[in-house]
């Protein structure tokens, strides 16, 4: 804690008048560059070196601490230090100087009855003590005297002599040199104040001008986040929508996945139905090999249902045209199916379903997106008609009856 923290700035300035030279205030002023800018310190009284450090003391610690270092390398060490160290000693120290009436008196008496340890050194001290008191007493009768032979040896009758003119011409002009002065010095102190206030509108201009940019700069950050928000939910939409997107795709491949199996299993049935076809006329070849020739021209006699059941297909140029647009796997199925219906076209594996409004009209399914549309001639002729897409089936139905 600084020194003089506990005194006001009137008494931190007498202090550091009476206790430190003008030499000493000139160097800390001209070192800490306490003076207002332009100020010629030559010229400058203690006084007002002693304001200057004083305008500082209470808010520049590196000015308070040069002015106590200065204090102290001034004054020294106060024997009293020990005294008021603690709450009695410094009571009784001010009411020594402050209040007592006869303080050399009172510090005898104190010297006198103090007890303890230090008792014979108080006594010893307040001897010293008593004696300055005689000291003081004998100056002062000695003064008397002479004052009392100075009346004496004065003329009675002499007249009070006149004041000088210029003696009191040049009181005058030092009174009013001094009064100049400190007009001067109040005057640079408001110039100091204007200055002081000057720099803290300055100041607080910038202050409002950073607290406008950092709202503006608050503002926008509010704004950004609610623009982020706004896209993170829109984010979040579109996520959820693409997901369910994502979800029917893929119902829609199992569904498809499904429809292929049905297909793959419908026509392994049909190569199933084709192997038993094949192997049933195999062993009938087999067994027609192996009779005599008259035997088997007897039993052909005998089953002419063999050959009753088989039918001519008759190809359109519709059906050629229909088969350009179809992959080989197709055509190879189609094909097998028009075998199948040329030799039994009421075999169950076909599956045929008549076409409503197309009497004699029908379709047999070939892959899970492809029918085969025939129709049954007289004479055991089958018309091979077209081999469409399921979804066209609508459209050629409307375009035959159009026919």
Do not use: C
């Amino acid at each position: 804690m600084a020194f003089l923290s506990p005194l006001g700035d009137e008494q931190r300035t007498t202090f550091l008048v009476v206790s430190l030279s003008q030499r000493t205030l000139l160097r800390l002023v001209g070192a800490l560059g306490t003076a207002p800018k332009g100020s010629r310190l030559d010229r400058m009284s203690i006084w007002e070196l002693a304001r200057t450090l004083v305008d500082f003391y209470g808010n520049d610690a590196e000015v308070a601490a040069e002015v106590d270092r200065a204090l102290e390398r001034e004054i020294g060490i106060s024997p009293l230090a020990p005294a008021a160290a603690t709450l009695e000693g410094a009571t009784a120290l001010s009411d020594l100087v402050l209040t007592s009436r006869d303080p050399l008196r009172d510090l005898a008496w104190a010297l006198l009855s103090a007890g303890g340890d230090a008792s014979e050194a108080a006594r010893t001290r307040a001897a010293e003590a008593i004696q300055a008191i005689i000291t003081e007493y004998d100056d002062a009768e000695a003064r008397a005297r002479a004052e009392e032979e100075q009346r004496k040896n004065a003329e009675p009758d002499a007249a009070p002599a006149e004041p000088d003119p210029e003696e009191i011409a040049r009181r005058v002009e030092k009174e009013t040199a001094s009064a100049k002065r400190g007009r001067e010095r109040a005057l640079k102190r408001v110039d100091d104040m204007r200055s002081r206030l000057v720099e803290l509108e300055e100041s607080l201009a910038a202050a409002r001008k950073e607290v406008r940019t950092e709202r503006t700069g608050r503002v926008e950050a509010e704004a950004a986040a609610s623009r982020l928000a706004g896209e993170r939910d829109e984010a979040r939409s579109r996520l959820q929508a693409r997901t369910s997107g994502e979800v029917q795709r893929l119902k829609d491949l199992i569904e498809d996945e499904r429809e292929r199996r049905r297909t793959a299993e419908e026509d392994l049935d049909e190569a199933r139905d084709a192997e038993a076809r094949a192997s049933a006329r195999l062993r009938e070849l087999e067994e027609r090999r192996a009779a005599p020739g008259e035997a088997g021209g007897e039993a052909a006699r005998a089953d002419p249902a063999s050959t009753a059941t088989w039918s001519l297909p008759v190809f359109t140029g519709e059906f050629y045209d229909s088969i350009r647009s179809w992959d080989r796997k197709v055509l190879r199925t189609a094909f097998d199916k028009i075998v199948r219906l040329a030799e039994d076209w009421r075999h169950p594996s076909l599956r045929a379903i008549p076409l409503e409004g197309l009497p004699g009209h029908y379709r047999i399914r070939i892959a899970s997106d492809v029918r085969l549309i025939y129709r049954l001639l007289d004479g055991g002729r089958i018309e091979i008609l077209s081999l469409i897409d399921r979804e066209d089936l609508q459209r050629y139905i409307r375009t035959a009856k159009t026919r």
